[in-house]
């Protein structure tokens, strides 16, 4: 199993989504003092911090801000070229509609916004996005980041306004992203944070932020995380240090009715928020290889006994 190296995040006021009385000490924090809480917009309560994160715990809850995503969208230019996307480096680019990648191109400070269907699919090699926004307000797009043959790292992304987020590919790396406000135009939606179905070979979602409630407010969605292996077999996907919330159940782990294994998943560290419409997770037996540090909005213990 490969951990993947911490990425400092830039200083940030932060919501924290969670609506319990969360409390935290100071091993939690991984030796940072108790962070101040005040009441936000929406009622929602805030941490102010410039805490980066530790070899301890990082708190997802210094997701989830506008710092999360572009980092200045008022120089971005348009993208002129076509579909496929040619090997390069893209920084402050605005992709309108919907593009196709062969190859390990890299992109920094750039939106991405859909037409419909996929914002980008990635057909070969590792494209890496660093402060990039995915997502349109209306245009609801069924994924934004899509895989076939290909995988990508994100770092400090924001993605919004889709059925799912973004499918998890052999490798894939989400590391301090913001994936919210779930919004689909195709029949029967799912609503997915990050979703897996079969094939995938190692991935990490790590201080990340996924709430899949609906952004109109009429549900809570399917799941921060959906891992079931329907199309083929699925090992070493690891959930590490994120803050989780929506769905009927917030993350599901499931081989059920399925000729194919799921197998070493590690689940560890996350803070569950209280959205939910039947429990924090469904977990098949034998699906994870360790779960362990897991708690809810309130500290107490999630488990999967």
Known sequence: MTRHVRIAPRERTVRQVGLGPITFDAEFLGGYPEPAFAKGTGGFPFISTTA?????????????????????????????????????????????????????????????????NHAILSRGGRMEFTDCEFGKIGAEADRLLYN????????????????????????????????????????????????????????TAEFCNLDSRIRDGSGDGNAAMFIKADLGHMNDIVIHNNYLNGGNYTISLRTNGTPF?????????????????????????????????NVDSFGDPVTVG
């Open 148 to 203: 076939s043959g290909g995988t990508y790292t994100l770092i400090r992304c924001n993605l919004h306004d889709a059925e799912d987020g973004a499918k998890f590919a052999n490798g894939a790396i989400f590391q301090m992203c913001h994936v919210h406000d779930m919004q689909g135009a195709f029949p029967s939606p799912h609503y997915d944070c990050i979703q897996a179905e079969g094939t995938v070979n190692g991935g």
């Open 52 to 116: 980066p994160p530790s070899e301890g715990l990082f708190i997802p809850a210094y997701l989830g801000s506008p710092d999360v995503g572009l980092t200045n969208p008022g120089i971005l230019t348009n993208y002129t070229g076509g579909s496929p996307i040619p090997l390069g480096t893209y920084v402050n680019k605005r992709f309108q509609g919907q593009f196709v990648s062969f190859d390990s191109s890299t992109f920094d400070n750039c939106l991405f916004e859909p037409s419909s």
């Open 261 to 293: 294994n799921l197998v070493d998943t590690v689940v560890t560290d996350n803070i569950f928020g209280p959205d939910f419409n039947f429990g924090h997770r469904r977990v098949d037996s034998g699906t994870y290889a360790e779960w362990s540090g």
